[in-house]
């Protein structure tokens, strides 16, 4: 299903039933790792506790969901060409926080009682009080990421791999 390696402080893995779960125990040392996913399997990925410095190349894998729990920061997501609409959830606090999208996709942005600068494909929302949606259309066929923020988003950028934009 997968292959992983860590440096530092080893997490607890396992995989049953279709389902693999990586386990860090709070710790204030950095902690590093590198996750591949194969390609075969459609995934739907569930990151609880937390994000930071999260930088996930998800061009080649499959996806049915992308879901990172409260607290994100400083996360960066290069998607893979959706087969319909594929929800990305991102919870409160999300800070720094950029998707890089297929030219051929369309973005969905829905944030949630407030959010400060917020860039979709290159048109900058900056401060919103309340909740706010906004989508840019694909440029061809049917689908994208539907990508819903929580509450107290910062520095959020929605873009294409055409752009250079975030």
């Not at 829905?110 to 979709?120: E, K, N, P, S, T």
């Not at 949606?133 to 910062?154: F, K, L, M, T």
């Amino acid at each position: 299903l997968f292959t992983a390696r860590f440096q530092g402080a080893q997490p607890a893995v396992s995989a049953a039933g279709g389902t693999v779960r990586i386990h860090y125990r709070y710790s204030h040392h950095r902690t590093h790792g590198a996750v591949a996913l194969a390609r075969a399997v459609i995934w739907t990925v569930q990151i609880q506790g937390g994000a930071r410095d999260v930088d996930a190349d998800l061009t080649e894998v499959p996806l049915a969901s992308f879901d990172i729990d409260e607290g994100a920061s400083l996360v960066s997501l290069r998607m893979p060409t959706p087969a319909g609409w594929v929800p990305i959830r991102i919870g409160g606090g999300a800070s720094h926080v950029t998707i890089v999208r297929p030219p051929s996709a369309g973005a969905r942005l829905r944030v949630m009682r407030g959010a400060a600068d917020l860039v979709i494909d290159e048109r900058h929302i900056g401060a919103v009080g309340g909740q706010i949606r906004r989508e840019s259309p694909p440029a061809g066929g049917a689908g994208g990421y539907d990508i819903s923020v929580g509450a107290g988003a910062n520095h959020v950028t929605v873009t294409t791999t055409a752009s250079t934009s975030g």
